[in-house]
């Protein structure tokens, strides 16, 4: 049976060859894809579980959210990679995320305090690539979900990690009770709908916005270019005429996973994205529904501790030509400060 794409997480791969020869980024596709909880062999306990992220990766940035959010910060560790990827200098070879938490940034000149070196192996492995070789595999992506017991990779597929947190967060040993753990995908027989808005939501954001986003950014092809750029500000005319109701959240009351989703990409559009990704139509700021949006979440607990505009500034700028790193913006005050401001706008 021929397998069905889900447009919620990945992209068609039809003629990928071909496209990217054309200039088209197409993104690949996951290939650990194991699920907590299905089938016994990786069971939702406390303290067995173990990310490798990068936190100037939007799709990294989407499992720590997570992890924030729903309260797992003490019983799923992490390591994070140095944002920077090794070079053509390297012993390795270039494009490998590294762990390298004895390296400056040449932001600040320090040391960055959140990356670390590999600890979840007990290999102290230096590049993440090295991971996906113990299991014989050549991928090289972050993040991952590791499982410190059976010394496995159980997914390195974004939305499936992200899902499978929400679903376990109890029995994975989260330190939130009640209605303070936050129901990203509520399974209740009653909220089939909602289960649906999500869905549908998903798919939209992930096609248009946080793929989209690539598409605009790393495509060769003027034309592809220009239909990203158009679909980018199109949805988020969509999304700001939907929270325009006074809905808090863009499925209604609850924050959800599709909020969750949603907030990498415009985390990184003002400060990152407007230059890096040539998607300098509009600033967030001029989208004054989903820029109190965006500081609402910026505001829920555990959102601020799980990314970094140092990193992103530097891992995506350190990536042009001449790993250059802009200065701005710093009008209407700087960032992520700024997140912390819904009043500089009005609705």
Same mark, same amino acid.
């Given at each position: 049976m021929k397998s069905v794409v889900d447009n919620s997480k990945e992209e068609n791969q039809a003629a990928a060859d071909a496209r990217r020869a054309r200039g088209e980024f197409v993104r690949g596709v996951s290939q650990f894809r194991h699920v907590i909880g299905e089938s016994g062999v990786f069971p939702a306990e406390p303290g067995r579980y173990h990310l490798f992220v990068a936190l100037n990766c939007p799709w990294c940035h989407r499992v720590t959210l997570a992890r924030g959010v729903l309260g797992l910060t003490q019983s799923v560790s992490m390591d994070?990679?140095?944002?920077n990827r090794t070079d053509e200098y390297d012993p390795a070879g270039p494009n490998f995320w590294q762990f390298a938490p004895e390296r400056r940034s040449p932001l600040t000149g320090e040391v960055l305090p959140e990356c670390t070196a590999e600890t979840g192996t007990g290999q102290g492995y230096r590049l993440a690539q090295e991971i996906y070789a113990a299991e014989g595999s050549e991928e090289r992506s972050v993040p991952i979900l590791y499982d410190k017991r059976t010394k496995r990779i159980v997914s390195n597929e974004s939305a499936e990690i992200v899902r499978m947190l929400g679903a376990h967060a109890r029995a994975l040993g989260s330190d939130l009770t009640g209605d303070a753990l936050p129901n990203l995908y509520p399974n209740e027989a009653e909220s089939a709908e909602l289960r649906r808005e999500i869905d549908? +939501?998903?798919? /939209?954001?992930? $096609?248009?916005?946080?793929?989209?986003?690539?598409?605009a950014g790393f495509s060769s092809d003027q034309a592809v270019y220009a239909t990203a750029f158009e679909n980018y500000f199109a949805a988020f005319d969509e999304l700001?005429?939907? +929270?325009?109701?006074?809905?808090p959240f863009l499925t209604g009351e609850r924050f959800t996973e599709v909020d969750l989703r949603l907030f990498p990409t415009l985390y990184r559009h003002d400060p990152v994205y407007y230059v890096r990704m040539k998607l300098n139509g509009a600033r967030l700021l001029d989208y004054p529904h989903l820029w109190h949006w965006l500081c609402r979440v910026y505001a829920l607990p555990g $959102? $601020?501790?799980?990314?970094? +505009?140092?990193?992103?500034?530097?891992?995506? /700028?350190?990536?042009?030509?001449?790993? $250059?790193?802009?200065?701005? @913006?710093?009008? @209407?005050?700087?960032?992520?400060?700024?997140?912390r401001h819904p009043d500089l706008v009005e609705t």
């Open positions: 994070v990679a140095y944002p549908e +939501l998903n798919t /939209f954001i992930y $096609v248009n916005i946080n793929n989209g986003s690539y598409k700001e005429a939907k +929270l325009k109701d006074g809905r $959102v $601020v501790e799980s990314g970094s +505009l140092i990193h992103c500034r530097q891992g995506y /700028f350190g990536r042009t030509w001449n790993k $250059v790193i802009p200065s701005g @913006p710093i009008k @209407p005050m700087r960032y992520p400060e700024a997140y």
